[in-house]
């Protein structure tokens, strides 16, 4: 079985598994004995996989599908060779017909897009569809890389995911990535990191600033919290400098750079950024390589991982010349370009500075996304605030500080087992509402462990 017909079929199940509805699952049927044969087996689990379908239980059918593959897997001899890839192809157009009756790739307001590109499911190209792609990038002789650009079969599969049922996401990345990629590189040239490096958050967020993934990393970065702190970013309940699209870009270039230093390859650098390092040397330890693609090949890291920089190549191929892969460039809106900052005293009143400044506290607040509330830090006595570049800074002349006794006042609370919200809004005084929009909640969904931001009486 190709590895690419491997990918396809994981990427399937994973997004299946993904969107799966939270209600209770059926019951599974019993599987046909072992002596019934593998493509019996296959068969029957596959079937049972289709009737999950019916039902809505995506998670049941992923799971029938995974076991009608391990077990034509585990079959010895090449015979089930050419039953197997039919079954991954019968898989992977369910999966497909799923897709098409979804919404757009970005349907949640802060969706991380890494999200969806690792659910992509795959193609198979042919060695001959790997061979023209490289050729291609090879005689494109206007385009320089800095950093070596491998051509193989998964990145020609995200390459043509990207271009079929991944292109409009894609597009969308492309055009708020205009007012981003200059200022970017520039960064990363500080920082003496490759500027093709500079185009990751297509994959990473899409280019949304304000991006958050399931995993919780924020940003068009796409930082956790703990790394984002570690490289220097604010992350409390008054700020979160990972929405901070330049602050969070200065502290990734500085990020890839000391992976760099460490493994001294950027394949393994960007394995590390995505799947984090520990996980990265214990694939190196145990097949005693560096080599990201040999890496690739084993189970000894994520399936994320693993398609992160096939993904990541293919979109910069794409970046780097949109127009030879069917997408545009500058169609998007520019929200940062032309902006300026200024030091005004803090903690100021946002709504009082937007109105001195003639415009909604929402339209400073885009300007500034990693302000959580409606003023500057109280921790600090000044601040560089990013305005419009036609605002008319002597409007703020003669800025007061807000009071320390008139600011709000927020405790930290972490939920623990049996914590409902409306519990824990008895408990501290408010209201259910307040502790949702104080922590940007969707839902009145909470879990042990978590830490909530409550507001005072």
């Not at 897709?99 to 757009?104: H, R």
Request: charged share 25%.
């Amino acid at each position: 079985m190709s590895r690419a017909r491997t990918a396809l079929l994981l990427a399937a199940l994973c997004l299946l598994l993904a969107c799966a509805p939270a209600r209770s699952r059926l019951k599974p049927a019993a599987a046909p004995p072992a002596a019934s044969g593998p493509q019996v087996r296959a068969e029957a689990l596959f079937q049972q996989g289709k009737a999950f379908l019916e039902k809505g239980d995506m998670a049941g059918a992923a799971s029938c599908f995974d076991q009608a593959v391990d077990a034509l897997l585990d079959a010895d001899g090449a015979g089930q060779r050419g039953t197997l890839n039919e079954y991954v192809r019968r898989i992977a157009d369910i999966e497909l017909n799923y897709l098409k009756d979804k919404n757009s790739p970005e349907n949640g307001e802060h969706e991380a897009f890494l999200d969806q590109v690792i659910a992509t499911p795959l193609f198979s190209p042919s060695e001959k569809d790997v061979q023209d792609l490289r050729q291609k990038v090879s005689d494109m002789a206007a385009v320089t890389y800095s950093l070596p650009v491998i051509v193989n079969s998964q990145v020609v599969s995200f390459l043509r995911a990207f271009q079929t049922i991944r292109h409009e996401g894609i597009q969308r990345a492309l055009d708020r990535m205009g007012e981003f990629i200059g200022p970017f590189q520039e960064i990363f040239r500080q920082h003496g990191v490759p500027e093709d490096l500079a185009y990751l958050p297509i994959i990473e967020s899409g280019f949304r600033v304000d991006a958050t993934s399931r995993a919780r990393a924020r940003g068009a970065w796409q930082f956790m919290a703990a790394t984002a702190r570690l490289f220097g970013l604010r992350v409390d309940w008054q700020v979160d400098e990972r929405l901070d699209p330049f602050k969070a870009a200065d502290a990734a270039a500085r990020f890839l750079k000391h992976l760099h230093e460490e493994y001294n390859d950027w394949y393994i650098a960007l394995a590390c950024y995505n799947g984090g390092p520990r996980r990265v040397e214990r694939a190196m330890r145990a097949l005693q390589t560096a080599d990201f693609f040999a890496i690739n090949q084993s189970r000894h890291i994520r399936r994320e991982t693993k398609n992160y920089v096939p993904a990541f190549l293919a979109s910069l191929i794409i970046a780097r010349s949109p127009q030879e892969y069917g997408f545009t460039l500058g169609g998007g809106e520019a929200v940062f370009a032309g902006s300026k900052t200024v030091v005004v005293p803090s903690p100021a009143s946002l709504p009082a500075i937007a109105e001195r400044l003639q415009m909604t506290t929402a339209e400073l607040k885009r300007l500034n996304p990693e302000l959580l509330r409606d003023f500057t830090p109280s921790s600090v006595t000044e601040y560089r605030l990013r305005l419009p570049g036609s605002a008319d800074e002597t409007a703020l002349a003669g800025l007061e500080r807000i009071p320390a006794a008139k600011i709000p006042k927020y405790n930290l609370y972490r939920v623990r087992p049996g914590d409902t919200l409306s519990v824990i809004a008895r408990r501290h005084g408010t209201t259910v509402r307040r502790i949702q929009e104080t922590n940007r909640l969707k839902s009145t969904r909470i879990r042990p462990g978590m830490n909530l931001i409550i507001p005072g009486r």
